[in-house]
């Protein structure tokens, strides 16, 4: 008799049931995005594309919206440029004080947020900076820069310095062997930090609430609601559909650059 392997069916169920739990949220969110709602968007009116037409209408969220944006792109540019440089003088030099260094940009990562947001604040208070769009982007770059380092630190170490040095004795500067060999090489790094980065800032509630003052993002503004509007369900649809098609985009993009450069993997 043919003895039955117990991984043939549970390592599929298991899969099977992680990928229901993580997807079921999300496809309640874009269901409710088309839900004529009224006040209480958890019970369901019947669909309708108003929504998604007048996303606007509903008061503070296209504003509350365009504040996340601003506030992610901003801090993502401080966060990613710095953040690049630092990786790559961790990974590639030895100086006085690396060690210290790369422990206290990894405290942020291991400190908890609330914490985090009230030792911000409160540094605020004392150099008397007001709260606001400003004290959001410095969190918020503080907050991503360790996350930064870490990725773009991992490319890092995985070049080769022979193309560098190859670039060296074909009498290219160094200016022009880091712009022309050493960046391209770790561009794939730094998008990749850049896109947490960003994901991370729009998505942080607790260290903006300690040091957002007036200033409402999304995160916030959803907060203030007893019940999430479909607006923001509309809004949320919209990032994730977005994502998945900057994803396939760039894995049909790479796929395409693989099978023209004769790589096949």
Known sequence: MRRLSLGK?????????AVVFLVTPIVQVIIYSFNDSRRNNTIWGGWTLDKWLNVCDQQGVCEAFGTSVAVGVVATLIA????TLLAIALGRYRFRGRGSTSLLLFLPMATPEVVLGAGLAAQFLAVGMPKGFWTIVIVHALFCLSFVVVTVKARVASLDPALEEAGRDLYGSGPQVFFRV???LLTPGIVAAALLSFA???????ITKFNAGQVTTFPLWIYTKK???AEANVIASAIFVLAIVAV???QVAAAARRKRLGITR
């Open 9 to 17: 069916w549970l390592l599929p169920l298991y899969v099977a049931l």
């Open 80 to 83: 990613t440029v710095l953040g």
């Open 182 to 184: 050493t960046l391209p």
């Open 200 to 206: 991370l800032s729009f998505d942080d509630f607790i």
């Open 227 to 229: 019940t999430p509007p």
């Open 248 to 250: 396939v985009v760039v």
